[in-house]
């Protein structure tokens, strides 16, 4: 390909490759895997998965993994009337000459632009048109309910990357150097290696109620239910610590260390505190010599500590004594995202002050305790204004504030409540400064599969739209002083439709793609009339999927996977919600037989507990059953 044509697009540089720290391999004799991430580079470049493949297959002697990305509008149309394929960005190969596509699933918004880029490399979007190689795979939180997509990705990889690719590359590669046809070659893997669906050998089930039920499989030798992937210790893994530095600023332009994964809190609307759980943490040792590596590997001057909840770090006075002496050392500005209200001490408060001048984020998520109780948000009114005094009296001046409405069991004085806290929020900022500033991002609750909440109904875009407006009227007198944003019921539709739909979602997918919607998280190209007239062409009513509570013995088509939390307390946990029972951490209280010691016993986060008097970490026996 002449790279002089990129100079007509714009952000060329989405499609150059050859940043520093890109791997390019010999391609003779070698598996060809392209990871695909189906949005814009600069999106795709901050995934942290997307990362840890390419460095781990990449480590592979007999392995090439390139990347590819959704290119935008005007380079697709480019594609098209030149005739040129989707092409990788390290060797610019048409992607359909490739052993393997894998595709990273973060979001549900990004379907469309999956199809389009099947579309894009010649090849069909529906799985069962495709007889030849390449593969499609998929991975990601999306693939916990795989259903949806389940008519165009050949296997889906269900839970952690690490171990789990390599045994799908292994398996394929073998079957790719002995002959065997892609139908044969997965089966294989979905025999064979344990985290791995293959929709095509499984039939969709309906129950008496007529709803869809678990799929069964088709034929006798392979798993009724697909068990997610778990790894024990983060620092056994192989972190990338080569990074790839892309040319044009991206959505996190930064180095990234995972502080930990998975979440020591158990708030009942969260997916990814289900499918991320355990929580595994890595080291000092290993947090210390990664910064190391990154920081010579890439030149970035600015770290961040990924995790769902930074402040839940067991020896955080340990982190932020190594963070701070690091930073001196080096000059380096070392971040912490996902900050917690209840545990907020003031010693980290002083360490990140020394390098974020800008704003603190927090998710308080409901106004009333009421309603903090039954999402087990365990945070109290007093936590909250304990956090904003070490906040405003260390200087802040901006903070922003997440919430959400229509969560199950919400009242008319739930969404005052809102306006009521961030009311007396305000006022008490004032009384450190003038200049107090207050952001809200306030957005629809879609119930999530996996969750104590996948049960529960959602609200209509009429009654999302209705709640928007009476905030809206119960914020007025604060005007001027509090800026709110307001999530998109429309997308609130859409993201409950492909999360929590089935296979007959699938035809309503690609009915919207070839009406031409792709881009659809992003404003500029979300097209809802495209959206709502593929639903009208279907035979699918969004009603019977989204607007109706389900029974709790309910079979769900999502529950194909099992994400190592039993169902059992899940239910559970959906009865204490209705009682607005709150459920404390298993750090504080032992543990709650989630259902993860099944897999590993004794759970990982036991050794994250501490003792409530000295806040040390303990080797208690609490999570053995």
């Known amino acids: 390909m002449d790279m002089h044509v990129l100079e007509q697009f714009e952000g060329p540089s989405r499609y150059a490759g050859n940043e520093l720290n890109a791997v390019h391999k010999n391609w003779e004799g070698h598996f060809h ?137 292994h398996s394929l590669a073998a079957a790719r150097t002995t002959g065997k046809s892609t139908q044969e070659a997965l089966h294989d893997l979905a025999c064979d290696t344990r985290g791995v669906y293959v929709p095509a050998l499984y039939q969709e089930q309906r129950t008496p109620a007529g709803r869809s039920g678990i799929p069964r499989p088709v034929v006798h030798d392979i798993p009724q239910v697909v068990r997610r992937r778990i790894i024990d210790r983060l620092d056994d893994q192989p972190a990338p610590i080569h990074p790839i530095v892309p040319y044009r600023e991206v959505v996190h332009d930064r180095g990234v260390i995972e502080l930990f994964r998975g979440c020591v809190r158990g708030c009942r609307f969260c997916e990814a505190g289900i499918s991320y759980r355990p929580t595994r943490e890595q080291s000092l040792t290993s947090i210390r010599t990664q910064l190391e590596t990154i920081v010579a590997s890439t030149g970035y001057e600015e770290v961040s500590l990924l995790s769902l909840s930074s402040t839940d770090y067991s020896d955080l006075q340990g982190l932020v004594d190594l963070v701070r002496t690091y930073r001196e050392e080096h000059n380096i500005s070392i971040s912490f995202p996902s900050l917690r209200m209840e545990n907020f001490p003031g010693y980290l408060a002083d360490e990140i002050k020394e390098t974020r001048e800008g704003s603190l984020t927090f998710a308080v998520e409901a106004g009333s305790q009421r309603l903090r109780d039954v999402i087990n948000k365990n945070i109290t009114e007093d936590s909250i204004f304990e956090t904003l005094q070490t906040v405003f009296s260390k200087g802040w001046h901006l903070v922003k504030f997440y919430f959400m409405f229509g969560l199950p069991t919400e009242t008319t004085e739930d969404l005052d409540a809102i306006a009521d806290l961030v009311s007396r929020i305000y006022a008490f900022g004032r009384g450190f400064r003038k200049d107090i500033a207050i952001n809200l991002s306030i957005n629809p609750f879609v119930p999530r599969p996996h969750t104590a909440f996948q049960w529960c109904a959602q609200n209509t875009p009429e009654s999302f739209a209705r709640k928007i407006d009476y905030l809206k009227t119960a914020l007025r007198p604060l005007k001027g002083r509090v800026r709110a944003e307001y999530g998109d019921p429309r997308l609130a539709l859409l993201e409950g439709l492909l999360s929590r739909g089935d296979r007959t979602v699938g035809s309503i997918i690609e009915s919207a793609w070839r009406g031409g919607a792709t881009f659809d998280g992003w404003r500029e190209s979300f097209r809802f009339d495209v959206w709502q007239q593929a639903l009208a062409q279907s035979d699918v009513s969004e009603a019977s999927l989204l607007y109706d509570t389900l029974p709790l013995d309910s079979e769900l088509p999502w529950h194909i996977v099992d994400p190592g939390v039993s169902r059992s307390f899940l239910q559970e946990e959906y009865r204490r919600a209705a009682k607005g029972e709150r459920l404390p951490t298993c750090r504080e209280t032992g543990c709650h037989a989630c259902g993860v010691q099944s897999e590993m016993n004794p759970c990982p986060t036991v050794s994250l507990f501490r003792r409530p008097d000295t806040g040390i970490p303990t080797d208690s026996d609490a999570g053995s059953v």
């Open 33 to 169: 895997i392209a990871l695909i991430y189906p949005d814009l580079y600069e999106v795709g470049m901050s995934s942290y998965g997307l990362q840890i493949l390419y460095n781990l297959l990449n480590a592979m002697d007999d392995v090439v993994a390139e990347r590819a990305f959704a290119p935008f509008h005007d380079m697709e149309a480019w594609l098209r009337s030149s005739g040129t394929p989707l092409f990788s960005l390290e060797s610019k190969r048409p992607l359909n000459t490739f052993d393997l596509l894998a595709f990273s699933l973060g979001t549900e918004l990004t379907y469309t632009n999956v199809l389009n880029m099947l579309d894009l490399a010649g090849l069909p979007v529906r799985s069962a048109e495709r007889s030849s190689w390449p593969v499609v795979i998929a991975g990601g939180s999306c693939s916990f309910n795989p259903e949806p997509m389940a008519a165009f990705i050949d296997a889906f990889g269900i839970g952690d990357g690490e171990e789990l690719f390599p045994e799908i590359v």
